[in-house]
Structures are given as C-alpha cells and as structure tokens.
C-alpha cells in the first residue's frame, strides 16, 4: 500500500510564499515523474508542474517564473516552492506521483489527499 500525505496549504496575503511537501510511504520501489495539480472551486482540475525522474520539469503557463518543483528522491519527497503568489492561485492543490511498487513492475499513478492554498488580496 502506497501513501502520499501532503502538508504546507494555508491562508496567506498576495505577494507572499508558501511550501508545499507531498512524501510517499510505503512498498516503493522506484518514482518516476511526480506532480502537482489544482482545482479551484467550479474549474476544472489543471496541471501545476511535474518533474521527471531524470529532471526535467515543466510548469503551467500561469506559474512559470513564480513556482518551482523540486524531489529529494532519499526521502521520497517532492516539493512546490510558491513565490509571488496572487489571488487565482486559490485552489486545493493535488501531489501525485507515478510509482512502482515492490508487488508490481507497473507504474502506478498515486495521489494526495489535497491540501488548501488560500490567498487573499
């Protein structure tokens, strides 16, 4: 069994920063890419970033220059550093991560439970 637990949404005036961390537990055998995603209320849910296994990384235009990705693979962690943050980045923001088990050859996507970023004006 496999568990992401993300940690670091809250409620914080436009301009500031937040951290998110997202750490996944249990039989893991390997990670590949690993994200971020996020819905605000009545949209759909977007992609934020990801990051490969080999690093690459890739952001949604909206974040680009303000958001970074980042994994510490020993701990099984990846993190969202948000800087600048403005108004629209309100949403419930999702960590998932493709994995492999111990059990299975396949990968598997896994995803958090979500965790709020509110921000006011």
């Known amino acids: 069994q496999v568990q992401l637990v993300e940690s670091g949404g809250g409620l914080v005036p436009a301009g500031s920063s937040l951290t998110l961390s997202c750490t996944a537990s249990g039989s893991i055998f390997s990670i590949a890419a690993v994200g971020w995603y996020r819905q605000a209320p009545g949209k759909q849910r977007e992609l934020v970033a990801f990051?490969?296994?080999?690093?690459?990384?890739n952001y949604a235009d909206s974040v680009k220059g303000r958001f970074t990705i980042s994994r510490d693979n020993a701990k099984n962690t990846v993190f969202l550093q948000m800087n600048s943050l403005k108004p629209e980045d309100t949403a419930v923001h999702y960590c998932?991560?493709?994995?492999?088990?111990?059990?299975?050859?396949?990968?598997?996507?896994?995803w958090g439970q979500g965790t709020q970023v509110t921000v006011s004006s």
């Open positions: 998932y991560a493709s994995i492999r088990t111990a059990s299975s050859a396949s990968l598997r996507d896994y």
């Open positions: 990051a490969t296994s080999g690093g690459t990384t």
